[in-house]
């Protein structure tokens, strides 16, 4: 029987974030001295505190809009300023993110996808490689791009949104880094020219949403692109000294999915590591947040 090597990763010894409760439907969690209550789908489960013990902890707590799963509004409880910045301290890294309450319910960084920071740090570090050049699309503000710009790595950024590349230069500034390449464009668009025109990265990392649009109204949905997405950064790939991660957040699509799609367009995969993200609250209860699927040649 073949053994499908399932994986479930969590952050651990971060204490500037807390995953305090889950149920609901909803999250309470601390981002440095500041408490949050957002929406999150995956939580059916109940609470482990009382409604009244979360209204009294939240600084903010985040109100959808009537018929809408994101957008809405913060609710402020208490006096808080309108943006607040954490560290993040560890295996290597010393970086700081800028924190900020958005009409999407979110805050700037995921916290979960801290498990692939060292990890990219790490590599990046590895590499038989004098300066690897590293590409991030669908890039967000930028964690995993500082990651691999202070293990020395020549980065490049990609997001469709002008506001969150600005987002992601001051998280650079704040962690005292510099010289990363920012490309406001279209996630596909983008790697279909850069393979196009022959070129090549050493690591390569991913995370793809649901559904987006890019800068021009580019339609994205992970179902119908995600394939060609892979199939084009399979060419992207430099041969020998290598690695990729990516991360999927969508309720339709488990690890297995994710799994045989790689199969199916990387043929070398050494060292893979796959399975599913998550973060325990204070109850021990594990929040599903995603899965992952990683690998490297080193």
Excluded at 5 to 22: A, F, K, V
Excluded at 222 to 235: A, F, K, M, P, T
């Amino acid at each position: 029987m073949r053994s499908t090597n399932l994986e479930l990763l969590t952050p651990e010894n971060w204490p500037s974030y807390e995953l305090i409760d889950t149920g609901g439907f909803e999250k309470l969690e601390r981002f440095g001295a500041i408490i949050l209550s957002r929406p999150e789908p995956q939580a059916i489960w109940p609470k482990s505190l009382t409604d009244e013990e979360w209204q009294q902890r939240a600084n903010a707590i985040f109100k959808r809009d009537k018929g809408s799963q994101e957008k809405g509004e913060w609710v402020l409880r208490s006096k808080m300023d309108g943006k607040w910045f954490i560290p993040y301290q560890q295996q290597g890294l010393d970086l700081t993110f800028k924190l900020s309450l958005s009409s999407f319910k979110h805050v700037g960084i995921f916290p979960e996808q801290a498990v692939n920071w060292p990890y990219i740090h790490q590599k990046v570090s590895a590499l038989p490689v004098e300066k690897p050049r590293i590409l991030n699309v669908f890039a967000y503000t930028g964690a995993a791009s500082l990651a691999a710009r202070q293990a020395g790595a020549e980065v490049t950024h990609v997001d469709a949104v002008r506001q969150v590349i600005t987002w992601s230069r001051e998280n650079m500034e704040a962690s005292g880094l510099d010289n990363i390449r920012w490309v406001v464009e279209d996630a596909l668009k983008f790697v279909r020219r850069e393979a196009r025109r022959g070129n090549t990265y050493h690591g390569l990392i991913l995370d793809p949403p649901a559904y987006g649009r890019g800068p021009e109204g580019e339609k994205w949905l992970l179902e119908e692109n995600l394939n060609e997405l892979l199939q084009v950064c399979s060419e992207l790939l430099d041969k020998q000294n290598f690695f990729l991660i990516i991360n999927l957040y969508s309720l339709g699509f488990s690890a297995l999915i994710l799994e045989n799609l790689m199969r199916a367009h990387f043929v070398n995969r050494p060292n893979t590591e796959f399975g599913e993200l998550y973060l325990a609250d204070g109850f021990a209860k594990r929040l599903p947040l995603g899965v992952f699927y990683r690998f490297s040649s080193i």
